[in-house]
T-cell receptor, first 110, second 116 residues
Framework: KNEVEQSPQNLTAQEGEFITINCSYS?????LHWLQQHPGGGIVSLFM???GKKKHGRLIATINIQEKHSSLHITASHPRDSAVYIC????????????FGTGTRLTIIP | KAGVTQTPRYLIKTRGQQVTLSCSPI?????VSWYQQTPGQGLQFLFE???????NKGNFPGRFSGRQFSNSRSEMNVSTLELGDSALYLC???????????????FGPGTRLTVL
């Protein structure tokens, strides 16, 4: 069964700073998901990636399949980026169930 | 296109009661997954339905059940509620025939269940 670890658990930064959130998993996967959850509880899917790098606006996600590691980067961070960021991977390779990390709580101070 | 909708948004029940939560996926999406989120356990997979069939199930007791209708709308039911069932219940729909781990998940706003 896949074990997912995220770091850091909490991150506070000043507006404009470059942010990196890390996710490591133990079992080979087909794809990794990055999710964003705002204080109201709603979850938005940011990325689903299986190799390389994806970019959407100020958000960049990278994955290294060999090292079983993914990073989520936020450039020019803004207070509206304050949220919990969660990575999720299949419970086992080829499995359709997702196992979630515990999340990284990001706070951006103006 | 309308997003995923969940009803009700908030619910208060007492121990021993049962509850039914509803999820309407994005039009055209045939896969619906349910998740439970608690402060202690985080997000956990409950089950996934595709074309009215339960395709995957998480590690939850039999008190948790669900179903999917021909229009892809899904319901989940929790019987004999316990205090520990207090949680945010989220559903997500995804396009395509592959399961949730292979497709982008579109989440609903969740139903916050409080068990007293």
């Amino acid at each position: 069964k896949n074990e997912v670890e995220q770091s850091p658990q909490n991150l506070t930064a000043q507006e404009g700073e470059f942010i990196t959130i890390n996710c490591s998993y133990s079992v080979g996967i087909s794809a990794l998901h990055w999710l964003q959850q705002h204080p109201g509880g709603g979850i938005v899917s940011l990325f689903m990636l299986s190799s390389g790098k994806k970019k959407h606006g100020r958000l960049i996600a990278t994955i290294n399949i060999q090292e079983k590691h993914s990073s989520l980067h936020i450039t020019a961070s803004h207070p509206r980026d304050s949220a919990v960021y969660i990575c999720a991977v299949p419970t086992n390779f080829g499995n359709e169930k997702l196992t979630f990390g515990t999340g990284t709580r990001l706070t951006i101070i103006p | 296109k309308a997003g995923v909708t969940q009803t009700p948004r908030y619910l208060i029940k007492t121990r021993g009661q049962q509850v039914t939560l509803s999820c309407s996926p994005i039009s055209g999406h045939r896969s619906v997954s349910w998740y439970q989120q608690t402060p202690g356990q985080g997000l956990q997979f409950l089950f996934e339905y595709f074309s009215e069939t339960q395709r995957n199930k998480g590690n939850f007791p039999g008190r948790f059940s669900g179903r999917q209708f021909s229009n892809s709308r899904s319901e989940m039911n929790v019987s004999t509620l316990e205090l520990g069932d207090s949680a945010l219940y989220l559903c997500a729909s995804s396009p395509g025939a592959a399961g949730g781990s292979y497709n982008e998940q579109f989440f609903g706003p969740g139903t916050r269940l409080t068990v007293l």
